[in-house]
Protein backbone atom coordinates (compact mmCIF):
# COMPACT_ATOMS: atom_id res chain seq x y z
CA UNK A 1 0.00 0.00 0.00
CA UNK A 2 1.37 3.45 -0.99
CA UNK A 3 0.20 6.75 1.19
CA UNK A 4 2.32 9.47 0.23
CA UNK A 5 -0.20 12.34 -0.91
CA UNK A 6 0.12 14.26 -3.77
CA UNK A 7 -1.49 17.63 -4.06
CA UNK A 8 -3.93 17.65 -7.08
CA UNK A 9 -5.79 20.97 -8.37
CA UNK A 10 -9.38 20.51 -7.02
CA UNK A 11 -12.40 21.43 -9.02
CA UNK A 12 -12.66 24.65 -10.70
CA UNK A 13 -15.72 26.16 -8.30
CA UNK A 14 -14.05 24.57 -5.13
CA UNK A 15 -13.59 27.93 -2.97
CA UNK A 16 -14.69 30.47 -5.27
CA UNK A 17 -17.82 31.86 -3.73
CA UNK A 18 -18.75 34.06 -6.96
CA UNK A 19 -18.60 31.20 -9.56
CA UNK A 20 -20.33 28.61 -7.12
CA UNK A 21 -23.35 31.47 -6.80
CA UNK A 22 -23.25 31.81 -9.98
CA UNK A 23 -23.49 27.79 -10.91
CA UNK A 24 -25.97 27.29 -8.28
CA UNK A 25 -28.43 30.89 -9.74
CA UNK A 26 -30.42 28.00 -12.07
CA UNK A 27 -30.87 25.74 -9.15
CA UNK A 28 -32.18 28.84 -7.27
CA UNK A 29 -34.51 30.04 -9.70
CA UNK A 30 -36.06 26.35 -10.66
CA UNK A 31 -36.34 25.42 -6.92
CA UNK A 32 -38.38 28.75 -6.73
CA UNK A 33 -40.70 28.28 -9.38
CA UNK A 34 -41.00 24.34 -8.07
CA UNK A 35 -41.56 25.05 -4.54
CA UNK A 36 -44.09 27.77 -5.83
CA UNK A 37 -45.96 25.75 -7.96
CA UNK A 38 -45.32 28.95 -10.23
CA UNK A 39 -47.39 31.29 -8.19
CA UNK A 40 -45.95 32.55 -5.51
CA UNK A 41 -48.64 33.02 -2.58
CA UNK A 42 -47.20 34.72 0.75
CA UNK A 43 -50.99 34.72 2.41
CA UNK A 44 -50.39 32.03 4.68
CA UNK A 45 -47.82 32.47 7.25
CA UNK A 46 -47.67 28.70 8.06
CA UNK A 47 -46.97 27.51 4.36
CA UNK A 48 -44.56 30.65 3.57
CA UNK A 49 -42.65 29.73 6.57
CA UNK A 50 -42.56 26.26 5.33
CA UNK A 51 -41.29 27.92 1.55
CA UNK A 52 -38.54 30.00 3.04
CA UNK A 53 -37.08 27.14 5.29
CA UNK A 54 -37.42 24.62 2.28
CA UNK A 55 -35.95 26.76 -0.14
CA UNK A 56 -33.02 27.79 2.18
CA UNK A 57 -31.99 24.61 3.30
CA UNK A 58 -32.12 23.27 -0.88
CA UNK A 59 -30.18 26.10 -1.91
CA UNK A 60 -27.60 26.00 0.64
CA UNK A 61 -26.49 22.36 0.50
CA UNK A 62 -26.97 22.55 -3.11
CA UNK A 63 -24.23 25.68 -2.56
CA UNK A 64 -22.51 24.03 -0.52
CA UNK A 65 -21.79 21.03 -3.02
CA UNK A 66 -20.43 23.19 -5.60
CA UNK A 67 -18.48 25.65 -2.92
CA UNK A 68 -17.08 23.10 -0.91
CA UNK A 69 -16.13 20.43 -4.15
CA UNK A 70 -17.91 17.98 -1.91
CA UNK A 71 -21.21 16.00 -2.40
CA UNK A 72 -21.67 12.96 -0.33
CA UNK A 73 -22.35 15.00 2.80
CA UNK A 74 -24.78 17.48 1.63
CA UNK A 75 -26.50 14.79 -1.14
CA UNK A 76 -26.94 12.66 1.95
CA UNK A 77 -28.27 15.35 4.35
CA UNK A 78 -31.23 15.87 1.70
CA UNK A 79 -31.61 12.18 1.02
CA UNK A 80 -31.73 11.10 4.51
CA UNK A 81 -34.02 14.31 5.87
CA UNK A 82 -36.32 13.57 2.86
CA UNK A 83 -37.32 9.38 3.45
CA UNK A 84 -37.58 10.89 7.17
CA UNK A 85 -40.37 13.58 6.05
CA UNK A 86 -41.80 11.10 3.26
CA UNK A 87 -42.60 8.88 6.18
CA UNK A 88 -44.03 11.41 8.72
CA UNK A 89 -46.20 12.94 5.86
CA UNK A 90 -47.32 9.36 4.58
CA UNK A 91 -48.09 8.47 8.29
CA UNK A 92 -50.59 11.55 9.21
CA UNK A 93 -52.13 11.29 5.98
CA UNK A 94 -53.05 7.55 6.91
CA UNK A 95 -53.90 8.39 10.28
CA UNK A 96 -56.26 11.14 9.29
CA UNK A 97 -57.53 9.72 6.49
CA UNK A 98 -57.73 5.55 7.75
CA UNK A 99 -57.16 6.47 11.32
CA UNK A 100 -54.07 4.09 11.09
CA UNK A 101 -51.29 2.82 9.46
CA UNK A 102 -53.05 0.11 8.35
CA UNK A 103 -55.07 -0.25 5.28
CA UNK A 104 -58.17 -2.27 5.50
CA UNK A 105 -59.89 -4.99 2.68
CA UNK A 106 -62.08 -2.32 0.93
CA UNK A 107 -58.90 -0.29 0.07
CA UNK A 108 -57.73 -3.59 -1.46
CA UNK A 109 -61.04 -4.59 -3.50
CA UNK A 110 -61.41 -0.95 -4.46
CA UNK A 111 -57.99 -0.71 -5.52
CA UNK A 112 -56.69 2.45 -3.62
CA UNK A 113 -52.96 1.42 -2.67
CA UNK A 114 -50.60 3.46 -3.44
CA UNK A 115 -48.14 2.21 -5.86
CA UNK A 116 -44.41 2.48 -5.06
CA UNK A 117 -41.07 1.91 -7.55
CA UNK A 118 -40.16 -1.34 -5.69
CA UNK A 119 -43.31 -3.14 -7.29
CA UNK A 120 -41.94 -2.63 -10.75
CA UNK A 121 -39.58 -5.38 -10.41
CA UNK A 122 -42.71 -7.78 -10.21
CA UNK A 123 -45.25 -6.12 -12.91
CA UNK A 124 -42.79 -6.69 -15.38
CA UNK A 125 -43.13 -10.23 -16.34
CA UNK A 126 -46.76 -10.57 -15.79
CA UNK A 127 -47.70 -7.23 -18.18
CA UNK A 128 -45.64 -9.61 -21.09
CA UNK A 129 -47.83 -12.63 -20.26
CA UNK A 130 -51.28 -11.04 -18.95
CA UNK A 131 -50.95 -7.55 -20.72
CA UNK A 132 -52.34 -5.73 -17.19
CA UNK A 133 -50.91 -4.80 -13.88
CA UNK A 134 -50.87 -6.91 -10.84
CA UNK A 135 -51.22 -4.59 -7.90
CA UNK A 136 -54.07 -3.10 -6.37
CA UNK A 137 -53.92 0.42 -7.14
CA UNK A 138 -55.40 3.07 -9.20
CA UNK A 139 -53.63 3.60 -13.30
CA UNK A 140 -53.76 7.49 -13.08
CA UNK A 141 -56.19 8.69 -9.97
CA UNK A 142 -55.23 9.01 -5.98
CA UNK A 143 -52.35 9.20 -4.54
CA UNK A 144 -49.48 7.76 -5.99
CA UNK A 145 -50.95 5.98 -9.27
CA UNK A 146 -48.86 3.30 -11.53
CA UNK A 147 -48.54 5.29 -14.51
CA UNK A 148 -47.23 8.39 -12.55
CA UNK A 149 -44.74 6.62 -10.53
CA UNK A 150 -43.63 4.38 -13.54
CA UNK A 151 -42.63 7.44 -15.45
CA UNK A 152 -40.68 8.82 -12.48
CA UNK A 153 -38.74 5.89 -12.08
CA UNK A 154 -38.21 5.41 -16.02
CA UNK A 155 -37.41 9.43 -16.39
CA UNK A 156 -35.32 9.04 -13.15
CA UNK A 157 -33.08 5.88 -14.78
CA UNK A 158 -32.61 7.82 -17.47
CA UNK A 159 -31.66 10.67 -16.35
CA UNK A 160 -29.45 9.39 -13.78
CA UNK A 161 -28.73 5.52 -13.81
CA UNK A 162 -28.44 4.06 -10.38
CA UNK A 163 -27.85 7.16 -8.99
CA UNK A 164 -32.03 7.08 -8.29
CA UNK A 165 -30.96 4.90 -5.56
CA UNK A 166 -28.50 8.08 -3.70
CA UNK A 167 -30.60 10.79 -4.88
CA UNK A 168 -33.91 9.84 -5.71
CA UNK A 169 -35.84 7.30 -3.96
CA UNK A 170 -37.42 8.35 -0.73
CA UNK A 171 -37.19 4.77 1.34
CA UNK A 172 -32.57 4.66 0.52
CA UNK A 173 -32.54 7.59 3.30
CA UNK A 174 -33.48 5.22 5.71
CA UNK A 175 -30.33 2.95 5.69
CA UNK A 176 -28.26 5.40 4.39
CA UNK A 177 -28.85 7.37 7.50
CA UNK A 178 -28.28 4.19 10.13
CA UNK A 179 -25.18 3.94 8.26
CA UNK A 180 -23.82 6.65 9.54
CA UNK A 181 -24.31 6.72 13.18
CA UNK A 182 -21.04 4.99 13.68
CA UNK A 183 -17.90 6.45 13.09
CA UNK A 184 -15.60 3.45 12.49
CA UNK A 185 -17.68 -0.28 11.77
CA UNK A 186 -18.04 -2.89 13.78
CA UNK A 187 -18.21 -5.67 11.41
CA UNK A 188 -15.69 -4.80 8.63
CA UNK A 189 -14.35 -7.02 5.94
CA UNK A 190 -17.83 -7.60 4.10
CA UNK A 191 -16.86 -10.36 0.72
CA UNK A 192 -18.28 -8.16 -1.57
CA UNK A 193 -20.16 -11.07 -2.94
CA UNK A 194 -22.85 -9.65 -1.26
CA UNK A 195 -23.91 -7.23 -3.74
CA UNK A 196 -24.77 -10.06 -6.13
CA UNK A 197 -27.69 -10.50 -3.29
CA UNK A 198 -30.03 -8.24 -4.35
CA UNK A 199 -29.90 -9.65 -7.88
CA UNK A 200 -31.32 -13.22 -6.55
CA UNK A 201 -33.54 -11.01 -4.46
CA UNK A 202 -34.89 -9.72 -7.88
CA UNK A 203 -34.85 -12.83 -10.02
CA UNK A 204 -36.90 -14.66 -7.20
CA UNK A 205 -39.35 -12.12 -6.50
CA UNK A 206 -39.95 -11.51 -10.00
CA UNK A 207 -40.60 -15.04 -10.38
CA UNK A 208 -42.26 -16.01 -7.95
CA UNK A 209 -44.67 -12.30 -9.09
CA UNK A 210 -45.18 -14.47 -12.29
CA UNK A 211 -46.47 -17.44 -10.75
CA UNK A 212 -48.53 -16.27 -8.35
CA UNK A 213 -49.15 -13.29 -10.17
CA UNK A 214 -49.08 -11.70 -6.53
CA UNK A 215 -46.62 -8.81 -5.71
CA UNK A 216 -44.50 -11.19 -3.20
CA UNK A 217 -42.26 -8.95 -2.20
CA UNK A 218 -44.74 -6.05 -1.05
CA UNK A 219 -46.64 -8.86 0.54
CA UNK A 220 -43.66 -10.67 2.47
CA UNK A 221 -40.55 -9.23 2.50
CA UNK A 222 -40.80 -5.25 2.30
CA UNK A 223 -38.99 -3.40 5.27
CA UNK A 224 -40.31 -0.37 4.19
CA UNK A 225 -43.81 -0.90 5.72
CA UNK A 226 -42.61 -0.25 8.74
CA UNK A 227 -42.85 3.20 7.87
CA UNK A 228 -45.44 3.79 5.03
CA UNK A 229 -48.24 1.44 5.42
CA UNK A 230 -49.14 -2.17 6.19
CA UNK A 231 -52.33 -4.51 5.89
CA UNK A 232 -54.42 -4.45 9.20
CA UNK A 233 -53.64 -7.46 11.28
CA UNK A 234 -56.87 -9.93 10.67
CA UNK A 235 -55.76 -12.88 10.76
CA UNK A 236 -52.38 -15.61 11.59
CA UNK A 237 -51.17 -14.64 8.17
CA UNK A 238 -51.61 -10.89 8.19
CA UNK A 239 -49.65 -11.91 12.00
CA UNK A 240 -46.65 -13.35 10.50
CA UNK A 241 -46.25 -11.03 7.76
CA UNK A 242 -46.39 -7.91 10.06
CA UNK A 243 -43.28 -9.31 11.72
CA UNK A 244 -41.56 -10.20 9.14
CA UNK A 245 -41.14 -7.09 7.80
CA UNK A 246 -40.87 -5.11 11.27
CA UNK A 247 -37.71 -7.64 11.62
CA UNK A 248 -36.57 -6.89 8.20
CA UNK A 249 -36.49 -3.10 8.77
CA UNK A 250 -34.98 -3.73 12.26
CA UNK A 251 -32.22 -5.88 10.85
CA UNK A 252 -31.76 -4.55 7.56
CA UNK A 253 -32.33 -0.89 7.42
CA UNK A 254 -30.70 -0.31 11.10
CA UNK A 255 -28.96 -2.83 12.98
CA UNK A 256 -27.01 -4.02 9.68
CA UNK A 257 -25.97 -0.70 8.68
CA UNK A 258 -25.08 0.71 12.27
CA UNK A 259 -22.53 -1.90 12.58
CA UNK A 260 -21.50 -2.18 9.33
CA UNK A 261 -21.33 1.12 7.97
CA UNK A 262 -23.16 0.32 4.74
CA UNK A 263 -26.51 1.09 3.02
CA UNK A 264 -27.32 -3.32 3.79
CA UNK A 265 -30.92 -2.91 2.05
CA UNK A 266 -29.94 -0.65 -0.48
CA UNK A 267 -26.62 -2.32 -1.67
CA UNK A 268 -27.48 -6.21 -0.65
CA UNK A 269 -30.89 -7.20 -0.83
CA UNK A 270 -33.60 -4.80 -2.56
CA UNK A 271 -34.65 -5.83 -6.24
CA UNK A 272 -35.14 -2.51 -7.54
CA UNK A 273 -31.54 -1.34 -6.80
CA UNK A 274 -30.80 -4.51 -8.70
CA UNK A 275 -33.29 -3.81 -12.01
CA UNK A 276 -31.89 -0.15 -11.40
CA UNK A 277 -28.07 -0.73 -11.56
CA UNK A 278 -28.94 -1.72 -15.25
CA UNK A 279 -29.98 1.10 -16.04
CA UNK A 280 -26.18 2.83 -15.43
CA UNK A 281 -25.52 1.07 -18.76
CA UNK A 282 -27.53 3.37 -21.03
CA UNK A 283 -26.94 6.17 -18.43
CA UNK A 284 -23.78 8.78 -19.69
CA UNK A 285 -22.72 9.25 -15.99
CA UNK A 286 -20.04 6.93 -14.15
CA UNK A 287 -17.31 7.27 -11.73
CA UNK A 288 -14.14 6.47 -12.66
CA UNK A 289 -10.54 6.25 -10.92
CA UNK A 290 -7.81 7.63 -12.21
CA UNK A 291 -4.96 5.05 -12.28
CA UNK A 292 -1.87 7.64 -12.38
CA UNK A 293 -2.94 9.57 -8.96
CA UNK A 294 -4.69 6.32 -7.56
CA UNK A 295 -2.18 4.90 -4.76
CA UNK A 296 -4.09 1.86 -4.22
CA UNK A 297 -4.69 2.91 -0.37
CA UNK A 298 -8.19 1.21 -0.50
CA UNK A 299 -10.24 3.81 1.52
CA UNK A 300 -12.28 4.55 -1.14
CA UNK A 301 -13.54 0.55 -0.62
CA UNK A 302 -13.92 1.00 2.77
CA UNK A 303 -16.22 3.73 1.88
CA UNK A 304 -18.57 2.38 -0.60
CA UNK A 305 -21.83 1.70 1.11
CA UNK A 306 -23.23 -0.42 -1.13
CA UNK A 307 -19.60 -2.38 -1.86
CA UNK A 308 -18.93 -1.23 -5.85
CA UNK A 309 -15.46 -1.51 -5.31
CA UNK A 310 -13.16 -3.67 -4.88
CA UNK A 311 -9.11 -4.17 -5.54
CA UNK A 312 -10.10 -5.36 -9.35
CA UNK A 313 -12.48 -2.42 -10.11
CA UNK A 314 -10.13 0.07 -8.66
CA UNK A 315 -7.23 -1.65 -10.95
CA UNK A 316 -9.52 -1.06 -13.86
CA UNK A 317 -10.39 2.22 -12.71
CA UNK A 318 -14.17 1.77 -12.52
CA UNK A 319 -16.46 0.93 -9.93
CA UNK A 320 -18.97 -1.92 -10.31
CA UNK A 321 -21.78 -1.04 -12.15
CA UNK A 322 -23.96 -1.35 -8.84
CA UNK A 323 -22.90 2.19 -8.00
CA UNK A 324 -25.30 4.09 -7.22
CA UNK A 325 -22.99 7.21 -7.46
CA UNK A 326 -23.30 8.82 -3.89
CA UNK A 327 -20.28 10.69 -3.79
CA UNK A 328 -18.80 9.04 -0.97
CA UNK A 329 -15.70 7.58 -2.08
CA UNK A 330 -14.74 10.74 -4.45
CA UNK A 331 -14.79 12.75 -1.14
CA UNK A 332 -13.13 10.15 0.62
CA UNK A 333 -9.91 10.33 -1.55
CA UNK A 334 -6.87 11.36 -0.27
CA UNK A 335 -5.09 11.40 -3.54
CA UNK A 336 -8.50 13.15 -5.78
CA UNK A 337 -7.99 10.08 -8.08
CA UNK A 338 -11.97 9.12 -8.30
CA UNK A 339 -14.02 11.72 -10.32
CA UNK A 340 -17.44 12.19 -11.50
CA UNK A 341 -16.76 11.42 -15.49
CA UNK A 342 -19.24 11.46 -18.71
CA UNK A 343 -18.67 8.01 -20.63
CA UNK A 344 -16.82 9.15 -24.01
CA UNK A 345 -14.96 11.62 -22.53
CA UNK A 346 -11.16 11.60 -21.32
CA UNK A 347 -10.78 9.53 -17.87
CA UNK A 348 -7.86 11.09 -16.18
CA UNK A 349 -8.76 14.22 -15.20
CA UNK A 350 -11.10 16.04 -12.58
CA UNK A 351 -13.46 17.60 -14.52
CA UNK A 352 -15.50 19.98 -13.21
CA UNK A 353 -18.35 19.87 -16.02
CA UNK A 354 -18.81 16.64 -15.70
CA UNK A 355 -19.03 16.77 -12.14
CA UNK A 356 -21.67 19.86 -12.23
CA UNK A 357 -23.77 18.63 -14.99
CA UNK A 358 -24.14 15.07 -12.88
CA UNK A 359 -24.98 16.89 -9.20
CA UNK A 360 -26.96 19.58 -10.63
CA UNK A 361 -29.44 16.93 -12.72
CA UNK A 362 -29.34 14.57 -9.00
CA UNK A 363 -29.58 17.03 -6.83
CA UNK A 364 -32.48 18.64 -8.74
CA UNK A 365 -34.46 15.57 -8.99
CA UNK A 366 -34.23 15.46 -5.17
CA UNK A 367 -34.91 18.99 -4.88
CA UNK A 368 -37.75 19.17 -7.06
CA UNK A 369 -39.29 15.48 -5.83
CA UNK A 370 -38.78 16.14 -2.17
CA UNK A 371 -39.92 19.36 -1.89
CA UNK A 372 -43.45 19.49 -1.70
CA UNK A 373 -43.00 16.50 0.85
CA UNK A 374 -40.47 19.08 2.82
CA UNK A 375 -42.83 21.15 2.71
CA UNK A 376 -45.79 19.36 4.12
CA UNK A 377 -44.08 18.18 7.01
CA UNK A 378 -42.80 21.36 8.03
CA UNK A 379 -46.34 22.13 8.08
CA UNK A 380 -47.45 19.41 10.10
CA UNK A 381 -44.44 20.17 12.87
CA UNK A 382 -45.99 23.46 12.61
CA UNK A 383 -49.73 22.49 13.29
CA UNK A 384 -49.19 19.98 16.24
CA UNK A 385 -46.90 22.23 17.98
CA UNK A 386 -49.41 25.37 17.66
CA UNK A 387 -52.47 23.67 17.46
CA UNK A 388 -51.96 20.10 18.95
CA UNK A 389 -53.02 18.47 15.51
CA UNK A 390 -51.36 17.52 12.28
CA UNK A 391 -54.08 19.10 10.48
CA UNK B 1 -13.13 9.66 -32.97
CA UNK B 2 -12.57 10.73 -29.91
CA UNK B 3 -13.62 14.15 -30.50
CA UNK B 4 -16.89 12.74 -31.31
CA UNK B 5 -17.02 10.61 -28.50
CA UNK B 6 -16.40 13.28 -25.88
CA UNK B 7 -19.16 15.85 -28.07
CA UNK B 8 -21.44 12.90 -27.93
CA UNK B 9 -20.59 11.78 -24.14
CA UNK B 10 -21.43 15.82 -23.44
CA UNK B 11 -25.16 15.52 -25.71
CA UNK B 12 -26.13 13.09 -23.76
CA UNK B 13 -25.51 15.00 -20.13
CA UNK B 14 -26.60 17.87 -21.06
CA UNK B 15 -30.22 15.75 -22.66
CA UNK B 16 -30.16 14.32 -19.32
CA UNK B 17 -30.48 17.32 -16.78
CA UNK B 18 -32.72 18.45 -19.27
CA UNK B 19 -35.18 15.28 -18.49
CA UNK B 20 -34.90 15.91 -15.00
CA UNK B 21 -36.45 19.41 -15.92
CA UNK B 22 -39.04 18.78 -17.97
CA UNK B 23 -39.91 15.03 -16.18
CA UNK B 24 -42.07 16.79 -13.10
CA UNK B 25 -43.82 20.26 -15.60
CA UNK B 26 -44.80 16.93 -17.73
CA UNK B 27 -45.40 14.26 -14.83
CA UNK B 28 -49.44 14.59 -16.11
CA UNK B 29 -48.67 14.30 -19.84
CA UNK B 30 -46.38 11.52 -19.56
CA UNK B 31 -48.63 9.40 -17.07
CA UNK B 32 -51.54 10.20 -19.37
CA UNK B 33 -49.98 8.87 -21.95
CA UNK B 34 -48.32 5.88 -20.41
CA UNK B 35 -51.93 5.16 -18.94
CA UNK B 36 -53.54 5.05 -22.94
CA UNK B 37 -50.96 1.97 -23.31
CA UNK B 38 -52.72 -0.80 -23.88
CA UNK B 39 -50.96 -3.33 -20.78
CA UNK B 40 -51.75 -0.27 -18.46
CA UNK B 41 -54.80 -1.37 -17.32
CA UNK B 42 -55.08 -3.45 -13.43
CA UNK B 43 -55.26 -6.90 -13.18
CA UNK B 44 -58.47 -8.39 -12.80
CA UNK B 45 -57.44 -10.36 -9.77
CA UNK B 46 -57.00 -6.85 -8.12
CA UNK B 47 -60.11 -4.99 -9.98
CA UNK B 48 -62.10 -8.25 -9.87
CA UNK B 49 -63.20 -8.07 -13.49
CA UNK B 50 -65.30 -6.22 -15.71
CA UNK B 51 -68.89 -5.71 -14.63
CA UNK B 52 -71.05 -7.57 -17.02
CA UNK B 53 -74.62 -7.27 -15.42
CA UNK B 54 -75.97 -4.47 -13.48
CA UNK B 55 -79.65 -4.39 -11.70
CA UNK B 56 -81.41 -1.51 -10.44
CA UNK B 57 -83.07 -2.85 -6.86
CA UNK B 58 -85.17 -0.62 -4.66
CA UNK B 59 -81.96 0.73 -2.32
CA UNK B 60 -79.32 -0.36 -4.51
CA UNK B 61 -78.10 -1.08 -7.40
CA UNK B 62 -76.05 -4.51 -8.14
CA UNK B 63 -73.62 -5.65 -10.05
CA UNK B 64 -72.18 -8.59 -10.98
CA UNK B 65 -68.55 -8.91 -12.35
CA UNK B 66 -67.36 -11.27 -14.70
CA UNK B 67 -66.02 -14.58 -12.99
CA UNK B 68 -62.36 -14.11 -12.85
CA UNK B 69 -59.72 -16.93 -13.43
CA UNK B 70 -56.79 -15.16 -14.40
CA UNK B 71 -53.11 -17.26 -14.62
CA UNK B 72 -49.60 -15.79 -16.28
CA UNK B 73 -50.44 -18.26 -19.47
CA UNK B 74 -54.15 -19.47 -19.81
CA UNK B 75 -56.47 -19.81 -17.41
CA UNK B 76 -56.78 -20.90 -13.53
CA UNK B 77 -58.85 -24.30 -12.55
CA UNK B 78 -59.92 -21.80 -9.43
CA UNK B 79 -61.11 -17.78 -9.35
CA UNK B 80 -63.44 -16.07 -8.11
CA UNK B 81 -66.47 -13.55 -8.92
CA UNK B 82 -66.75 -10.08 -7.59
CA UNK B 83 -70.41 -8.92 -6.83
CA UNK B 84 -70.79 -5.07 -5.51
CA UNK B 85 -73.80 -3.25 -4.30
CA UNK B 86 -73.97 0.14 -4.50
CA UNK B 87 -76.34 2.73 -1.81
CA UNK B 88 -78.76 4.56 -2.93
CA UNK B 89 -80.20 6.26 -0.07
CA UNK B 90 -78.97 4.58 2.81
CA UNK B 91 -77.65 1.46 3.79
CA UNK B 92 -80.48 -1.43 3.99
CA UNK B 93 -80.11 -3.88 7.01
CA UNK B 94 -79.69 -7.25 4.95
CA UNK B 95 -78.98 -7.74 1.29
CA UNK B 96 -80.55 -10.81 -0.20
CA UNK B 97 -79.82 -11.54 -3.52
CA UNK B 98 -80.11 -14.63 -6.31
CA UNK B 99 -76.84 -14.69 -8.17
CA UNK B 100 -77.00 -16.15 -11.82
CA UNK B 101 -73.57 -15.50 -13.25
CA UNK B 102 -73.10 -17.73 -16.25
CA UNK B 103 -76.69 -16.28 -17.48
CA UNK B 104 -78.50 -19.87 -17.94
CA UNK B 105 -81.36 -18.85 -16.31
CA UNK B 106 -81.11 -20.33 -13.27
CA UNK B 107 -79.23 -18.85 -10.17
CA UNK B 108 -75.93 -20.15 -9.13
CA UNK B 109 -76.10 -18.91 -5.78
CA UNK B 110 -78.03 -16.98 -2.95
CA UNK B 111 -75.83 -14.46 -1.12
CA UNK B 112 -77.45 -12.33 1.92
CA UNK B 113 -75.50 -9.58 3.76
CA UNK B 114 -76.59 -8.75 6.61
CA UNK B 115 -74.85 -5.14 6.86
CA UNK B 116 -75.21 -4.47 10.07
CA UNK B 117 -72.63 -6.97 11.67
CA UNK B 118 -70.93 -7.60 8.01
CA UNK B 119 -72.18 -11.40 8.19
CA UNK B 120 -72.08 -12.93 4.91
CA UNK B 121 -74.23 -16.92 3.89
CA UNK B 122 -73.73 -17.93 0.73
CA UNK B 123 -76.04 -20.63 -0.68
CA UNK B 124 -74.42 -22.19 -3.77
CA UNK B 125 -76.77 -23.68 -5.97
CA UNK B 126 -74.66 -25.04 -8.86
CA UNK B 127 -71.56 -26.88 -7.68
CA UNK B 128 -68.32 -24.62 -9.26
CA UNK B 129 -69.72 -22.37 -6.64
CA UNK B 130 -67.55 -22.79 -3.31
CA UNK B 131 -66.77 -20.19 -0.27
CA UNK B 132 -66.68 -16.64 0.18
CA UNK B 133 -62.90 -15.32 -0.08
CA UNK B 134 -63.39 -12.02 0.77
CA UNK B 135 -65.49 -8.88 1.47
CA UNK B 136 -65.63 -5.28 2.61
CA UNK B 137 -67.76 -2.54 3.00
CA UNK B 138 -67.13 0.51 1.08
CA UNK B 139 -67.91 4.18 1.09
CA UNK B 140 -70.97 3.64 -0.68
CA UNK B 141 -71.82 0.06 -1.00
CA UNK B 142 -70.43 -3.52 -0.34
CA UNK B 143 -68.02 -5.84 -1.97
CA UNK B 144 -67.86 -9.45 -1.69
CA UNK B 145 -65.80 -11.84 -3.94
CA UNK B 146 -67.09 -15.66 -4.13
CA UNK B 147 -64.56 -18.62 -4.69
CA UNK B 148 -65.48 -20.42 -8.30
CA UNK B 149 -64.20 -23.72 -9.73
CA UNK B 150 -64.13 -23.75 -13.35
S1 LIG C 1 -31.82 0.09 -3.42
FE1 LIG C 1 -34.06 0.07 -3.34
S2 LIG C 1 -34.70 1.09 -1.43
FE2 LIG C 1 -32.49 1.49 -1.81
S3 LIG C 1 -32.44 3.39 -2.82
FE3 LIG C 1 -32.47 1.87 -4.47
S4 LIG C 1 -34.66 1.47 -4.93
FE4 LIG C 1 -34.55 2.63 -3.01
S1 LIG D 1 -18.32 3.58 -5.84
FE1 LIG D 1 -18.27 5.60 -4.87
S2 LIG D 1 -19.94 6.76 -5.82
FE2 LIG D 1 -20.28 4.57 -6.29
S3 LIG D 1 -21.64 3.87 -4.65
FE3 LIG D 1 -19.55 3.45 -3.97
S4 LIG D 1 -18.96 5.26 -2.76
FE4 LIG D 1 -20.80 5.81 -3.95
Known amino acids: MKSDKVKLPPYTTAGKFWKSLLICLPMIFITFFFLTGGEPDFSDTTNSIAFILVFLFLNFLFFKIIYTGKTDKFRATGFILFAVFLSLVFITNMVETREGMSFSSADLLECNIPFCHIVITMILIPIVFTNSIIFPGSILDGFAPVSTMLILWILASIALGKGFCSWGCFYGGWDDGFSRIRKKPLVKNINTIFRWFPFAVLLLVALSAAMTLTPTYCEWACPFKTVTEFEAVTSTETLIKTIIFLLLFLGLVIVLPILTKKRIQCGMFCPMGALTSFTNKVNPFDVRIDKEKCKDCGICEIKCPILSLDPTSIEKGKTHFVCSKCGKCIDACPNQAIHYHIKGTPVNKRNTTARTLFVFSGFLFLAIFSGGTFQMGIIRIINILTTGSFF | ?150
Open chain 2, 1 to 150: MKKIATICGYIWAVLCLLIVLIMFPGLGFFSKQLASLPFMKINPIYSGGDVEQIKECKNYTLQIHKPVFEALIGESSEGFIQISWIWKDSLPGILNDSIDYNTDGKPDFIITVYTTNGDIQINPLNEKVKALIASAQTENGWIARIKLKK
